[in-house]
């Protein structure tokens, strides 16, 4: 058997990880300018989920047609998150510059628990916001229940998260290896979850539909 057969099952599996990589460098790229950051998110996870699902799209076309459609409230709800962690990133500044006391260290425990939960909920926004035509109230209040419910899975992706974060900053040397790797894995990751969690939602609609108690 060839390995490098064009139509063998190890060169589909190399295209589709390298389609990852790419998707996650331009998803990366399209990051750079901030404001833009809620649009690219939401347009790579558009392709990543249509990729799970084995549509296997080309990357450029659907990618650029979801962020264009969904820039505006993308940007709008990416800017409500980026505050909610800036707010909570001046508290945990202050905390820390104080003495330690019993209730400067109930008062920490409590911003490192905030923040663990709206990172939480941030991994399921531009997801949700992908797949369906929602108000960011709606994506909101569904994303809430998503990390509560998938709480062991949203840790690996919080690690992962936090991972990637630490060896940008201390172990710089690999910078271009994470820079490929991680945003790749994370789509993945995070699209695979999704997919699984909105398929179930699909037919939890479909059985309820006659009584309008679906959440999506």
Do not use: H
């Amino acid at each position: 058997m060839n390995l490098f057969d064009p139509n063998g099952k190890f060169m589909e599996i190399w295209n589709t990880v390298f389609d990852y990589f790419k998707l996650g460098l331009l998803c990366m790229l399209l990051c750079l300018p901030v404001i833009t950051a809620g649009a690219s998110m939401t347009a790579a996870f558009f392709v990543a989920m249509k990729m799970i699902r084995g549509e296997a799209p080309a990357i450029w076309k659907p990618y650029w047609s979801s962020f264009k459609q969904n820039f505006k409230q993308a940007t709008a709800l990416w800017l409500m998150i980026l505050a909610v962690f800036a707010l909570l990133g001046m508290d945990w500044y202050l905390v820390m510059q104080m003495e330690s006391t019993v209730v400067n260290r109930i008062v920490r425990a409590g911003t490192f628990i905030a923040v663990l939960i709206i990172a939480m909920i941030f991994i399921y926004l531009f997801p949700l916001l992908a797949r369906y035509q929602l108000t960011n109230r709606e994506i909101m209040k569904n994303a809430v229940i998503f990390a509560i419910l998938n709480f062991p899975k949203n840790l690996v992706a919080i690690v992962l998260m936090i991972l990637f974060g630490f060896l940008c900053d201390y172990v710089y040397e690999g910078l271009p290896f994470y820079i490929c790797v991680f945003p790749a894995i994370m789509l993945y990751y995070v699209g695979k979850i999704s997919v699984t969690i909105f398929n179930k939602k699909i037919e939890q609609r479909e059985g309820e539909m006659n009584d309008g108690k679906s959440n999506l």
